[in-house]
């Protein structure tokens, strides 16, 4: 199994180039289904979920053409055969695999997906799904650890409240909408920047979507969709990954091909713990910071501080002058990170959904584990800066999100390799 093995304390310096955002692409991906047409996305990263993401279409008969995924491009087109059961041997690997039941049952009236697998971060049900696409018709039971789901009748449109916001079922319902008969309302969706580029890239293959307030959006059923040419837009979450790597090491650090407008909330934020940046419209300058605030601050759905970032940012943190609390409101059990972080030093300590990070004066290099895809790149954040050698172990989660991870931090300095 490959690890990653860091020799901490070299200051980065040089340019880091963003990939396109692993979760846009893959719904979009899973929008495919939607019509018979070629759908040809550009700024697709290549990483293990997209790679699974494929083999779940193509085992649906979705034609992937992987052959320019290395100029980060593919082309997709739905073959429409009698396929519509999701194995459970592919979706296990990754919970967004729940993506293509919204668009089976709009094509094919019927889905038989298995039950998620994904990241071990809490209970991650997927009944908002399901509680909402029944209301446009959709019946489920479940046999065997599959859903099996049905909508004889085909689906019907209808208003919509969640009763707690998700970007997944957000999507699925997205998907489902917009070849359903009638109109389709949605209140309390989630808003991140991944979900509207899932309706951009709808409304470009002919979908009638309309946002009327800031969490309502209205589907006006079509008749069919068809093919489209997308540009995936640029990852946030790996932008603001490596601001902090930046703020930690950084020698006039440059991070490139950046979407300013998705990462200024927490840009906000960042300036308020002294970080030291500069940006334009596509990039971002970063310099070391030598005296971080501490800070008390929860994690909310977008525009809120993403939980997707909560762990490097603990990371960063643990350098502060003061006591820093952050509170986890999101998901459940996503703090496996922290005794890995106090094995190297840290001080952090967690009560319920509130982490506590004293202060530390120094990270040591330590051999850890990684846990989860944000869980593993907080540890390559602490490896960066600890004295001595970091062994991160069970690096795979690693490459289910973050493209060249050990490349990209390479060429700016870093003292890193893979096992
Ligand atoms: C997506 C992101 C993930 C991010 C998360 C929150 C993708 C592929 N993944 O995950 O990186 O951390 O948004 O920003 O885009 N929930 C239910 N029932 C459901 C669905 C969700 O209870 O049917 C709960 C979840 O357990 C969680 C919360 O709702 O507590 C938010 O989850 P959701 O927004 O759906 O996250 P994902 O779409 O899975």
């Known amino acids: 199994m490959d690890r990653i093995i860091i020799n901490g304390g070299q200051p980065l310096s040089g340019t880091i180039s963003i990939s396109g955002s692993k979760n846009a692409c893959l719904p979009i991906m899973a929008a495919s289904i939607l019509t018979d047409q070629n759908i040809n996305l550009s700024n697709v990263p290549n990483l293990e979920d997209i790679k699974t993401m494929s083999k779940v279409l193509t085992s649906l008969d979705v034609e992937v053409d992987t052959s320019k995924a290395n100029e980060n491009k593919i082309t997709l087109k739905y073959l429409n055969t009698g396929k519509s059961i999701a194995e459970y041997d592919l979706v296990r690997k990754m919970r967004a695999s729940i993506l293509v039941l919204g668009p089976l049952l709009a094509r094919k009236r019927h889905a038989s997906v298995s039950l998620p697998g994904g990241c071990a971060i809490g209970a991650r049900p997927v009944d908002l799904h399901l509680n909402a696409l029944a209301k446009l018709g959709a019946e489920f039971k479940l046999d065997r650890g599959y859903i099996e789901c049905s909508a004889p009748k085909g689906l019907k449109g209808e208003e919509i409240t969640f009763p707690t916001i998700s970007v997944g079922a957000t999507e699925s319902l997205l998907m489902a909408a917009t070849l359903a008969e009638g109109r389709t309302k949605l209140n309390n969706i989630a808003i991140e920047p991944e979900v509207i580029d899932l309706i951009h890239c709808l409304q470009s293959m002919g979908a009638k979507i309309e946002i009327t307030d800031q969490r309502t959006v209205i589907i006006e059923g079509v008749k069919e969709l068809f093919g489209t040419s997308h540009n995936i837009i640029s990852d946030r979450i790996e932008t603001l990954t490596y601001v902090i790597a930046g703020a930690l090491t950084g020698e006039n650090l440059k991070i490139e091909n950046i979407q300013l407008e998705h990462v200024s909330n927490v840009l906000e934020i960042f300036k308020s713990l002294n970080i030291d940046f500069s940006f334009n419209n596509s990039s971002l300058n970063i310099n070391k910071t030598k005296i971080f605030q501490g800070i008390e601050l929860e994690t909310r759905e ?109 060429n700016v300095g870093a003292v890193i390799k893979r096992v």
Do not use: C, W
Request: no cysteine; glycine share 6%.
């Open 302 to 410: 977008y525009p809120g501080f993403p939980t997707d970032m909560q762990a490097q940012l603990m990371v960063l943190l643990s350098k502060a002058n003061s006591e820093s609390v952050i509170t986890e409101n999101i998901f459940e059990n996503r703090y496996m990170h922290v005794p890995e972080l106090n094995r190297m030093g840290a001080n952090i300590s967690v009560e319920g959904k509130k982490a506590i990070i004293k202060p530390s004066e120094k990270l040591i290099g330590a051999e850890v584990m990684a846990t989860d895809l944000r869980a593993s790149v907080s540890l390559i954040l602490a490896g960066l800066i600890a004295e001595g050698e970091t062994v991160v172990n069970r690096v795979y989660h690693l490459d289910r999100g973050y493209e060249q991870v050990e490349s990209k931090l390479k």
